[in-house]
């Protein structure tokens, strides 16, 4: 079974703390994806990561960044927490799309529920 | 970006089927359509997904019409646990080669006794 972990269920932050949530994935996919969930908003993406070292913004990327060292893990960093990045962030990977490899389902973690003060 | 309209919710007796219709009118052709659920405080579940055909697992029936603008995911036979945040998903290709999730903002499904 695919497994995606992140390292915390729920977390409590400052205004203006400096945040990491990990993501690690245990079946060597290539890609990686962080998410933001909103009531009333559904899931929005912030930033995916289509192999080490390389990343992409999504949908709404201002105020994170992200970091992919190892294939396995995606980190998602806010620099200086705001009360509205009070969210529910999900991390999903997926493996690559090819001519030999049609589907790119994308499997979830746990969320990691994050209130900033 | 490809977007997809779900109903905001639906209700369902146990035991009956759950059809939940998904408009995606603006799909293109090498898009696929994912369905997910979701239960409340849990990620997102994969459910089924499918291109042109119509397609079935343990879990769930597709139902892909022929002009690919709309689909729906049946639950043959409902139960108190299906009651769930139900996603449409267009899979659409980015310049990298990735193909990232376009979520819909889901229909709540709930089986009743």
């Known amino acids: 079974d695919v497994k995606v972990t992140q390292s915390s269920r729920y977390l409590v932050k400052r205004t203006g703390e400096k945040v990491f949530l990990e993501c690690v994935q245990d079946?060597?996919?290539?890609?990686m994806f962080w998410y933001r969930q909103d009531p009333g908003l559904g899931l929005r993406l912030i930033y995916f990561?289509?192999?080490?070292?390389?990343?992409e913004k999504g949908d709404i990327p201002e105020g994170y960044s992200v970091s992919r060292e190892k294939k396995e893990r995606f980190s998602l960093i806010l620099e200086s927490a705001s009360t509205n990045q009070t969210s529910m962030y999900l991390c999903?990977?997926?493996?690559?799309?090819?001519?030999?490899?049609?589907?790119?389902?994308?499997?979830f973690g746990p969320g990691t529920r994050l209130t900033v003060l | 970006d490809a977007k997809t309209t779900q109903p905001t919710s639906m209700d369902c007796a146990e035991g009956r089927a759950a059809n939940l219709p998904c408009n995606h009118s603006t799909i293109s052709g090498n898009e696929y359509v994912y369905w997910y659920r979701q239960i409340h405080s849990q990620g997102p579940q994969y459910i089924i997904h499918?291109?042109?055909n119509n397609e079935t697992n343990e879990m769930a029936s597709l139902i892909i019409t022929e002009d690919r603008k709309s689909s729906t995911l049946i639950l043959p036979h409902a139960t108190l646990r299906d009651t769930a945040v139900y996603y449409c998903?267009?899979?659409?290709?980015?310049?990298?080669?990735?193909?990232?999730?376009?979520f819909g903002t889901g229909t709540r499904l709930k089986v009743l006794a």
């Open positions: 999903a990977s997926s493996i690559r799309r090819t001519s030999g490899r049609v589907t790119d389902t994308q499997y």
């Open positions: 990561s289509y192999d080490v070292k390389m990343k």
């Open positions: 079946m060597d996919h290539e890609n």
């Open positions: 499918g291109l042109k």
């Open positions: 998903i267009v899979s659409r290709w980015t310049t990298s080669g990735t193909y990232k999730y376009i």
